[in-house]
């Protein structure tokens, strides 16, 4: 950049949000300069926009538009509320931006960042393989997508049961780095301590009891739990106990739905079923399972209802892209950016003599 004068020093340290720096003397450098106009003024570009959002000749528009029929923020006391009036809790998993997007807007109570990422989001062979930076990393994208859901950050195997203490500072990684407003936990009345040490930091726990897919190799794979008399009073001391740990709601997976009813019937607080039946407080499903976003022939678990096929729509779109490409069909006219033609001219007459 030529040095002229001063004041145009100051100008461009100005727009470059540097000190000022008039006290430089440039009169050595000016007097070596022939005259030369000042430099123009400078100005940040205008931004265009069509109904408030920002008008970009690229594809990384922000996907964060508020939902026509905004919602109220929901809380704990919002839930608890639900419970108390007897209606159903709506709960899903996201792993990302857009999928924590629609199931926003599309009035979900509560979104759980699941460790079921690691299958769905990471192509892992299970649950026990994510790590506690890669869980982070993906609360940090759904948090930045949810406007009105209570969120939940799962806490991945081996961050929570060396210790209580180990299990708080991973709680609190999660909601300060994660920016989650609670996080779950697997786990029946052996983490008690641990929620009761979670808790009494102010950070809300969701319990999660029955088939705890993190241990499933304890339990001998992933097994339908509490089918004996036995196997159904533990699960119900589990409940209870983290209850009285403190939780704000338990995860029921995998107990047969009259087990998991009167469990529900024993608790003050909610119960959010996954494979436990309708007589839950409420229900959790993971988002790819339920929208069907996997190929043909993979296996769902008995529980999952397929309500759409984001696989097979997408699939079509993407090969009649491929084809379209292939034929030139696109891009159309429609889809390019015009100049005018005495620049179009001038740039080719400029080639032909290079």
């Not at 961050?159 to 708080?168: M, N, T, V």
Request: some cysteine; glycine content about 8%.
């Amino acid at each position: 950049m030529a040095l002229t004068s001063r004041s145009s020093l100051t100008v461009v340290a100005r727009a470059c949000r540097m000190p000022s720096i008039t006290n430089i003397n440039t009169s050595r450098y000016v007097s070596a300069i022939p005259s030369i106009a000042p430099l123009p003024a400078l100005s940040l570009p205008v931004t265009a926009t069509r109904n408030g959002n920002q008008i970009r000749c690229s594809s990384h528009s922000p996907m964060g538009v508020a939902p026509a029929n905004a919602r109220k923020k929901i809380t704990l006391a919002t839930l608890r509320s639900l419970y108390k009036k007897d209606e159903r809790i709506t709960m899903m998993t996201a792993h990302d931006f857009p999928s924590a997007s629609v199931a926003d807007h599309a009035g979900m109570d509560i979104i759980l960042v699941g460790d079921s990422l690691a299958m769905v989001a990471l192509g892992m062979e299970d649950t026990s393989e994510v790590l506690m930076d890669e869980m982070i990393l993906h609360c940090k994208s759904v948090a930045r997508a949810t406007r009105s859901a209570f969120t939940v950050g799962d806490l991945p195997m081996g961050s929570y049961e060396i210790s209580p203490e180990q299990a708080l500072a991973s709680a609190i990684r999660m909601v300060k780095e994660g920016r989650v407003q609670s996080i779950k936990l697997e786990g029946g009345k052996e983490m008690a301590p641990t929620v009761a040490k979670i808790t009494t930091a102010g950070i809300p726990v969701l319990g999660h009891i029955g088939l705890t897919p993190q241990r499933q190799n304890a339990l001998g794979g992933f097994r339908v739990q509490g089918k004996s008399s036995d196997g159904a009073m533990k699960v119900l001391e589990d409940a209870l106990a983290l209850q009285q740990a403190g939780c704000f709601a338990i995860v029921i997976e995998a107990v047969p739905e009259e087990i998991a009813r009167i469990i529900t019937q024993k608790l003050n607080i909610p119960t959010i079923g996954i494979g436990a039946g309708a007589g839950c407080s409420g229900q959790v499903l993971v988002q790819t399972d339920m929208v069907g976003n996997f190929p043909p022939g993979r296996y769902l678990p008995k529980f999952v209802k397929k309500y759409g096929d984001v696989w097979g729509e997408t699939l079509k779109a993407i090969e009649a892209y491929r084809d379209d490409v292939k034929s030139g069909q696109y891009p159309a006219a429609e889809h390019t950016y015009p100049a005018l033609k005495d620049q179009i001219e001038a740039f080719a007459k400029a080639v032909e003599i290079m």
